[in-house]
């Protein structure tokens, strides 16, 4: 654990919370995301602002992201369980978008007993393009991502199925 002592789980009346979620680029993740983390004792992780303060102007391709989003993952995994097991409700916005990613958060889960959500946001790839372009027109976005680089990244998107065992909530 990178030498932190994680508290003893918290005894407050409201149980912490992992919330994920699942959706092709531009579905509307981190717009949930965001909303999700309103609630009262909860924090947002955005993968999207941390890579790219981490590693500015590296992820050119789908191997760059990758890379680096594992290394990320690596290093704030002992940090979100610290914060459930503190109480905290803990909102990644991470795409849960494959069973590798969605095993990540499971042993997450698993080490802390936190409750969870699986929000999977159901969207057509066409509303995804359609969002994805006025996303980058307005270069609001730390990455921008074409068209071709959508069809390559939604190919190793999954679903998530029932034997997960995750409680999905499922978003159309």
């Known amino acids: 654990m990178l030498g932190l002592q994680a508290p003893m789980p918290f005894s407050g009346t409201a149980p912490a919370q992992l919330h994920l979620v699942c959706g092709k680029i531009a ?3 981190s717009t949930l995301a965001r909303r999700l983390a309103e609630a009262p004792a909860s924090i947002l992780i955005s993968e999207d602002a941390w890579l790219s303060h981490l590693y500015p102007n ?3 391709a789908l191997g760059d992201y990758v890379r680096c989003a594992g290394r990320l993952k690596t290093a704030i995994t002992d940090h979100v369980e610290a914060l459930l097991i503190a109480g905290m409700s803990v909102v990644l916005d991470f795409p ?3 069973m590798e990613s969605r095993r990540w958060a499971r042993d997450i889960l698993d080490k802390t007993g936190a ?3 699986l929000h999977f946001l159901d969207v057509t790839d066409d509303i995804c393009k359609t969002r994805l ?3 980058n027109a307005a270069a609001e976005h730390p990455f921008k991502t074409t068209d071709a680089e959508f ?3 939604t190919s ?3 679903a998530p199925q029932a034997q997960e065992g995750f ?3 499922r978003h159309a």
Request: avoid cysteine; glycine fraction near 4%.
């Open 167 to 169: 409680n999905i909530i």
């Open 58 to 60: 590296e992820i050119r």
């Open 115 to 117: 409750a969870h959500q």
């Open 151 to 153: 069809e390559q990244i």
């Open 156 to 158: 190793y998107f999954v």
């Open 27 to 29: 579905a509307g993740k």
């Open 96 to 98: 849960a978008n494959t």
């Open 133 to 135: 372009r006025a996303r």
